[in-house]
């Protein structure tokens, strides 16, 4: 392949990558370690916003490396030469990391919450319980709620925003989104609570009540 309006060093990445065989492997042992660098730098840089630690991370970051060279692999076609290769394979990392950071976010939040976390929930809701034996039931119930009726990124923009109380602009530089989308996955994930909610008889079905 020829690469006319391609840096020189980004035409030699995409002509050792082509090709099946040593020339090609032989470059992607070139580039793991850089990929690697990258994944290491943005899990050390995500890990203290998403309160995660250990060893762990240290296989997030091999993980994500190894996911992204297989995809620079895979999308070599797609590189258009607006910025060095190894900047745009870089993308792929930061991706991948915060992918599986926000996973592995949600995993272990999944079972650590108390129901104590979610009786806080009960406020949210207009015509709430109002005693404490009621709230407990009104959580388990926005609890099963949650996990049957959201999806994953409704599930951990709902749990971050609402039951955490983590910024929307925080969560948005986590998950490399902008805050107007997430507010959107926030007010689709509130809309299908209430319709959970309400079909199972545990709100009124008022137009005017008030969302989570």
């Not at 900047?87 to 108390?114: C, D, L, P, Q």
């Not at 999806?151 to 602009?169: C, H, I, K, W, Y």
């Not at 079909?199 to 137009?207: I, K, Q, V």
Request: proline letters at 4%; one cysteine or more; glycine letters at 4%.
């Amino acid at each position: 392949m020829d690469y006319p309006e391609i840096d020189q060093e980004s035409r030699r990445w995409l002509r050792d990558l082509a090709p099946r065989g040593p020339a090609r492997e032989a470059a992607c042992r070139e580039l793991y370690p850089l990929l690697l660098r990258i994944a290491k730098f943005e899990v050390r840089r995500r890990a203290p916003l998403l309160a995660l630690n250990g060893p762990e991370l240290e296989d997030i970051a091999h993980q994500a490396a190894a996911d992204a060279l297989m995809a620079v692999s895979e999308r070599l076609d797609r590189y258009r030469g607006e910025a060095r290769f190894t900047t745009w394979a870089g993308k792929f990392v930061i991706f991948n990391v915060a992918t599986k950071m926000n996973r592995h976010f949600w995993r272990r939040h999944e079972v650590s919450y108390e129901m104590e976390d979610w009786s806080r929930l009960a406020a949210r809701f207009e015509a709430g319980p109002a005693d404490e034996v009621q709230a407990k039931e009104f959580a388990a119930v926005v609890s099963s709620a949650v996990e049957e009726n959201l999806s994953e990124r409704q599930r951990l923009v709902f749990v971050a925003t609402v039951l955490d109380g983590m910024p929307m602009n925080v969560l948005a530089e986590q998950l490399g989104s902008n805050q107007n989308a997430l507010y959107k996955v926030l007010f689709d994930a509130r809309k299908k609570l209430r319709t959970a909610l309400v079909a199972s008889g545990h709100l009124p079905g008022e137009t005017g009540s008030r969302s989570a």
